[in-house]
C-alpha cells in the first residue's frame, strides 16, 4: 500500500453527520459556498455556472434595455474627466528634416550640344512630359499621362511630369425605361391571335400575378402567329415554368423563348427541357442566370436535349461543367451546320 492510499485510510471511519452537527451557522454557510464553486477553467459551461453567485441583493425585475442605457449614459456624463499629466501647448520640439542635396558625381553628369541645352532649359513641365514620354521614360509618370502623350499629337499633359492625375469623367448614361407593355391588352392580343402580333416581350415587370402569367402561357397554346416569348427578370418561379413546359408541348409556331434571370429552380428547368424534346419549331431557348444553380444533372439534361434538338440553334446558359459545355458546343454547331445545308436546298 502506497502512502498516499495509507493517508487516506485514516479519513474511512470519520463520521460526516457528527461534524456537520458540531458546525456553527456562519461555518454552514461558508461551506455552501465552497460547495457552490464550479470549475472556473472549463470554457465549454456558460458563465453562470463557472462561478458562484456572491451577489446578496435581491432581484429587481426584468431587464429594461433603455433604462439601463440611460443609466449608463447618466454615470458617464457624472464622471469627472482625467486632468492629462502633460497639458498640451502647441510646442514643437526637435528641428525640422531638410533632405540634403545629392552631389552629382562627375562619371553621371550628361553634356549635350549647346541647341539641347539651351532648348531643355527653357521648357516647361508640360514639354518634359511629352518629351520623356517620347523617349519611352515611362517610369516619371502615370500609365494615363504616358499613353495620352505618346497617342496624341499634342501636349496633352498641361500639368508636367509631377501632376496628380485626375479621374475621366464620363457622361452618365441614363437608366433603361420602365417596359411600357399593357399586360392586359397583351393578353387580350394573344387570346384573339391577332396576326399583328409577332413578339411578346414582359422583359423586367416584375409585378405581374402568377395567374396573369400562367393565363398567358395557355394563350399560348392556341396562338399560331408569336414569334417570340420572352419572360426576363419577373420572377417567375415554378408554377410559371410549369406552365410554360404545357404551352411548348401544344405551341407549334414559337420560335424563341427567353426566361433568364427569374427564380426557377431545377425542377422547372427539368420540366422545359423536356417539353422542348416535344416540340420541333423552337430554335431559341435562354434559360441562364436563375436565382440557384440547377445542378450537374440539369446541365447533362441540357446537353442531352440539344444533341437530340437540331432545330435549336442558340441556346443560352452557361455551364459549370467542362463534360455538359463540349458536348453542348458540339450539338450546337452539328444543328447550325444542319441549318446551314437545309437553307441551301
Known amino acids: 500500500m502506497s502512502s498516499y492510499?495509507?493517508?487516506?485510510?485514516?479519513?474511512?471511519?470519520?463520521?460526516?453527520?457528527?461534524?456537520?452537527?458540531?458546525?456553527s451557522p456562519e461555518e454552514l454557510e461558508q461551506l455552501d459556498c465552497e460547495l457552490q464553486e464550479m470549475d472556473p477553467e472549463n470554457m465549454l459551461l456558460p458563465a453562470g455556472l463557472r462561478q458562484r453567485d456572491q451577489t446578496k441583493k435581491s432581484p429587481t425585475g426584468p431587464l429594461d434595455r433603455d433604462a439601463l442605457l440611460q443609466y449608463l449614459e447618466q454615470q458617464a456624463l457624472e464622471v469627472k474627466e482625467r486632468d492629462d499629466l502633460v497639458?498640451?501647448?502647441?510646442?514643437?520640439?526637435?528641428?525640422?528634416?531638410?533632405q540634403p542635396k545629392r552631389e552629382i558625381p562627375a562619371q553621371e553628369q550628361i553634356t549635350l550640344e549647346p541647341e539641347l541645352e539651351e532648348a531643355l532649359s527653357h521648357a516647361t513641365d508640360a514639354e518634359m512630359c511629352d518629351i520623356a514620354a517620347i523617349l519611352g521614360m515611362y517610369t516619371l509618370m502615370s500609365n494615363k499621362q504616358y499613353y495620352d502623350a505618346i497617342c496624341s499629337g499634342e501636349i496633352c499633359n498641361t500639368e508636367g511630369i509631377s501632376s496628380v492625375v485626375q479621374p475621366d469623367k464620363y457622361k452618365p448614361v441614363p437608366d433603361e425605361p420602365p417596359n411600357p407593355t399593357n399586360i392586359e391588352e397583351m393578353l387580350k392580343r394573344v387570346r384573339s391571335n391577332d396576326k399583328e402580333l409577332e413578339e411578346?416581350?414582359?422583359?423586367?415587370?416584375?409585378?405581374?400575378?402568377?395567374?396573369?402569367?400562367?393565363?398567358?402561357?395557355?394563350?399560348?397554346?392556341?396562338?399560331?402567329?408569336?414569334?417570340?416569348?420572352?419572360?426576363?427578370?419577373?420572377?417567375?418561379?415554378?408554377?410559371?415554368?410549369?406552365?410554360?413546359a404545357d404551352m411548348l408541348r401544344e405551341n407549334?409556331?414559337?420560335?424563341?423563348?427567353?426566361?433568364?434571370?427569374?427564380?426557377?429552380?431545377?425542377?422547372?428547368?427539368?420540366?422545359?427541357?423536356?417539353?422542348?424534346?416535344?416540340?420541333?419549331?423552337?430554335?431559341?431557348?435562354?434559360?441562364?442566370?436563375?436565382?440557384?444553380?440547377?445542378?450537374?444533372?440539369?446541365?447533362?439534361?441540357?446537353?442531352?436535349?440539344?444533341?437530340?434538338?437540331?432545330?435549336?440553334?442558340?441556346?443560352?446558359?452557361?455551364?459549370?461543367?467542362?463534360?455538359?459545355?463540349?458536348?453542348?458546343?458540339?450539338?450546337?454547331?452539328?444543328?447550325?451546320?444542319?441549318?446551314?445545308?437545309?437553307k441551301k436546298r
Open 252 to 342: 407549334r409556331s414559337l420560335l424563341s423563348l427567353n426566361i433568364e434571370s427569374n427564380f426557377i429552380s431545377s425542377t422547372g428547368l427539368m420540366a422545359v427541357l423536356k417539353a422542348v424534346r416535344e416540340n420541333a419549331t423552337l430554335t431559341e431557348l435562354r434559360v441562364d442566370n436563375q436565382r440557384q444553380w440547377p445542378g450537374d444533372a440539369v446541365e447533362m439534361e441540357m446537353a442531352t436535349v440539344l444533341e437530340q434538338c437540331p432545330s435549336i440553334v442558340r441556346f443560352g446558359y452557361h455551364f459549370t461543367q467542362q463534360g455538359p459545355r463540349a458536348r453542348a458546343a458540339n450539338a450546337m454547331t452539328r444543328n447550325n451546320e444542319l441549318r446551314r445545308q437545309q
Open 200 to 244: 411578346v416581350n414582359l422583359n423586367n415587370i416584375q409585378d405581374i400575378p402568377i395567374p396573369v402569367l400562367s393565363d398567358l402561357c395557355e394563350a399560348m397554346k392556341t396562338n399560331t402567329y408569336v414569334r417570340s416569348f420572352s419572360l426576363v427578370a419577373t420572377k417567375s418561379g415554378d408554377p410559371i415554368a410549369n406552365a410554360v
Open 87 to 98: 497639458p498640451f501647448t502647441g510646442e514643437k520640439k526637435g528641428k525640422p528634416f531638410i
Open 5 to 23: 492510499q495509507k493517508e487516506l485510510e485514516k479519513y474511512r471511519d470519520i463520521d460526516e453527520d457528527e461534524i456537520l452537527r458540531t458546525l
